[in-house]
């Protein structure tokens, strides 16, 4: 028998975390109290970030690196509170038409890991998304796995939080930016406003289809402050911590 799953409440991270794992964090029943060797660990890794290296022309289309098994990014994110942590998704197999993927969210409270079997359609249509199954592991190690039934009757609301998901840099402006992983020229600047369980943010984002998943370099919120970075990113290798 599945342990109950409590209602899921606002996230406070940005853009990416609440649409790709939407609320999984909160449903999971995380701990916020500081471990401070996670902290130690975080705040290392972040003082070791250093100027980018490698440099990106602007792209020559507006279409996405197709999805394939081993793609990763990590991406360093500050929230409202303006504490940082690491978030990294892995693409680690594709079945039926769907893939599996892991997200690992490394933070002052500890590591959190999701897994989900999504299949995205087209990339082109929101409502072509379907998630196929959801498990969890929390800082703890404990697994919850989130019954069939639920996924179901929650798919509306899951597709309200997937915008950057759907990728569509058509007649988009180009800027540049420069992220701890890489300069990036010409980069698709897009609005979005991603709404779940009463949470509500705008998030301004710039992607590059040179990177992998979401093609996400930078997001920063319009309405409430919080910033995700590319720090680095992978286009083969991606190995489960599950």
Request: aromatic letters at 8%.
């Amino acid at each position: 028998m599945f342990p109950e799953v409590p209602t899921p409440r606002p996230p406070r991270a940005p853009l990416l975390v609440a649409a790709f794992t939407f609320s999984l964090v909160s449903i999971a029943g995380c701990a916020a109290s500081v471990d401070p060797a996670a902290k130690a660990d975080i705040d290392g890794r972040i003082a070791s970030l250093r100027q980018p290296m490698s440099t990106f022309p602007a792209p020559a289309t507006f279409v996405p690196m197709p999805l394939a098994a081993g793609q990763w990014t990590q991406h360093k994110m500050v929230d409202d509170k303006g504490q940082p942590s690491f978030l990294t998704y892995k693409i680690l197999s594709e079945e039926a038409g769907a893939f599996w993927i892991e997200t690992v969210h490394e933070s002052y409270s500890g590591r959190t890991i999701q897994l989900m079997l999504v299949a995205f359609g087209n990339r082109t249509d929101p409502g072509q998304i379907e998630i196929r199954a959801v498990k969890m592991k929390d800082s703890k190690g404990r697994v919850n796995e989130v019954p069939a039934p639920v996924i179901s009757m929650m798919q509306s609301l899951y597709k309200k939080a997937l915008p950057m998901l759907v990728v569509n840099w058509q007649g988009q402006p180009q800027e540049s930016v420069v992220v701890p992983g890489g300069q990036f020229a010409g980069c698709f600047r897009a609005r979005t406003d991603v709404q779940w369980a009463g949470f509500h943010s705008v998030q301004d984002s710039w992607s590059h289809p040179a990177v992998p998943i979401s093609g996400l370099v930078k997001s920063q919120g319009v309405d409430k402050p919080s910033t995700m970075e590319l720090v680095a990113y992978g286009l083969s290798g991606a190995t489960s911590q599950f």
